[in-house]
């Protein structure tokens, strides 16, 4: 499978707890994106890559949200200290260009 | 700032045609994109225009004027599975780089 893969699927943590999530994006992809969405929104910009450099990161997006994208490869989500209304699907989306390829996302449920 | 506005929901006949508007404000506009979205799915990529005009791809086609910040997607020959969230999306070259906003999506339900 070439697609954008994200791990874990499922995190069921508790407040306070700090969580990191895994996007793989397709190989030749060389632009990365994070975004967050909750039920009957579309999906929220937290974060952009191109290559390994972050290059917007959403307002919204406080000092407890961090992204890495080391060596222009996959990338990493941390969330520090986690909050009830941070429960919510995080994607993960890449590209060349154009249309992005998004990935199966990871449900966080803040217990 | 940008901001995406497209209707909450649309009901629709199998076989019909429907139309779905997006209007937009942004600044640095680089391309609008629709996708579909199933529950419980990711987005998947449907259309993109960047140029004013009308796009068409199979059953799907969508249209765009910058002039007035506006774009529909049409799906003709609707059949039950079109029934999805349809998420208009734009584009825009920042300072530090390209920006997709995404707007809430319209629930198209498709009934027999």
């Known amino acids: 499978d070439t697609g954008v893969s994200q791990n874990p699927r499922h995190k069921i943590t508790k407040r306070g707890q700090n969580v990191t999530f895994r996007c793989d994006p397709i190989s030749e992809h060389n632009r990365l994106y994070w975004y967050r969405q909750t039920l009957g929104q579309g999906p929220e910009f937290l974060t952009y890559f191109q290559n390994e450099a972050q290059l917007e990161k959403s307002r919204l997006l406080s000092d407890r949200f961090s992204a890495e994208r080391p060596k222009g490869s996959f990338s990493t989500l941390e969330i520090q200290r986690t909050e009830q209304g941070d429960s919510a699907m995080y994607l993960c989306?890449?590209?060349?260009?154009?249309?992005?390829?998004f990935g199966p996302g990871t449900r966080l449920t803040v217990t | 700032g940008q901001n995406i506005d497209q209707p909450t929901e649309m009901t629709a006949t199998e076989g019909a045609i429907v139309q779905i508007n997006c209007t937009y404000q942004t600044s640095g506009f680089n391309g609008l994109f629709w996708y579909q979205q199933h529950a419980g799915e990711a987005p998947t990529f449907l259309s993109y225009?960047?140029?004013?005009g009308l796009e068409e791809k199979g059953r799907f086609s969508s249209f765009l004027s910058r002039s007035k910040g506006y774009s529909y997607l049409l799906l003709k020959e609707l059949q039950m599975k079109d029934s999805a969230s349809y998420l208009c999306?734009?584009?825009?070259?920042?300072?530090?780089?390209?920006?997709?906003?995404f707007g809430a999506g319209t629930r198209l339900f498709v009934k027999a």
């Open positions: 989306a890449s590209s060349l260009d154009g249309e992005q390829y």
């Open positions: 999306a734009v584009r825009a070259l920042n300072t530090g780089g390209f920006k997709t906003i």
């Open positions: 225009n960047v140029l004013d």
